[in-house]
T-cell receptor, first 114, second 113 residues
Framework: DTAVSQTPKYLVTQMGNDKSIKCEQNLGHDTMYWYKQDSKKFLKIMFSYNNKELIINETVPNRFSPKSPDKAHLNLHINSLELGDSAVYFC?????????????FGPGTRLTVT | GENVEQHPSTLSVQEGDSAVIKCTYSDSASNYFPWYKQELGKRPQLIIDIRSNVGEKKDQRIAVTLNKTAKHFSLHITETQPEDSAVYFCAATPTGTASKLTFGTGTRLQVTL
């Protein structure tokens, strides 16, 4: 029944490791996003995909690589994790249409890099 | 690109009082302004939004106003209740980059009994 789901919910890992976060939506939306929320609660867009095509790629280190295998999934792979990558990562979706529309957020993945 | 400023960063009100959170944006092409509420440990959830073709929108105890000339928009919560305690984020997105929300820095609202 969950509209936007993420796995895992918590991820604790050591510096230098490679990890992936997965996002799945059952809303039938065309557009999916990754946001990063740091310890000060700043919420910033990282990537956006529309119909599996990358449309937004903010100034993010290329250690971060999104991948959309299909319209319902958007994964985030992070190489060579650093302490500063510790944050909550939110996936979100929005339906297509003219202009901007409501974005539906997933529950978040809290990543802790030690 | 778009820049959104939000004030205050923290706000404490007594139950039953009103709360007002203000945001300014920089890109005159922005045309969609949502407000999100984020409870502790939870996901951001849309509570109200406004588009540039209207100046005010209400939904029960919450309302949003938009002044396009001054590039200001505000969230008003009346008759606050303890369950209104949360972090509130404003956001804006310009025309043509429909998916790219720029968020304000958030306001932590505390409603005290």
């Amino acid at each position: 029944d969950t509209a936007v789901s993420q796995t895992p919910k918590y991820l604790v890992t050591q510096m230098g490791n490679d990890k992936s976060i997965k996002c799945e939506q059952n809303l039938g939306h065309d557009t999916m996003y990754w946001y990063k929320q740091d310890s000060k609660k700043f919420l910033k867009i990282m990537f956006s995909y529309n119909n599996k095509e990358l449309i937004i790629n903010e100034t993010v280190p290329n250690r971060f690589s999104p991948k959309s295998p299909d319209k319902a999934h958007l994964n985030l792979h992070i190489n060579s994790l650093e302490l500063g990558d510790s944050a909550v990562y939110f996936c979100a979706t929005s339906k297509p249409g003219q202009g901007a529309n409501e974005q539906y957020f997933g529950p978040g993945t809290r990543l802790t890099v030690t | 690109g778009e820049n959104v400023e939000q004030h205050p960063s923290t706000l404490s009100v007594q139950e039953g009082d009103s709360a007002v959170i203000k945001c300014t944006y920089s890109d005159s092409a922005s045309n969609y302004f949502p407000w999100y509420k984020q409870e502790l440990g939870k996901r951001p959830q849309l509570i109200i939004d406004i588009r540039s073709n209207v100046g005010e929108k209400k939904d029960q105890r919450i309302a949003v106003t938009l002044n396009k000339t001054a590039k200001h928009f505000s969230l008003h919560i009346t008759e606050t209740q303890p369950e209104d305690s949360a972090v509130y984020f404003c956001a804006a997105t310009p025309t043509g980059t429909a998916s790219k929300l720029t968020f304000g820095t958030g306001t932590r609202l505390q409603v005290t009994l």
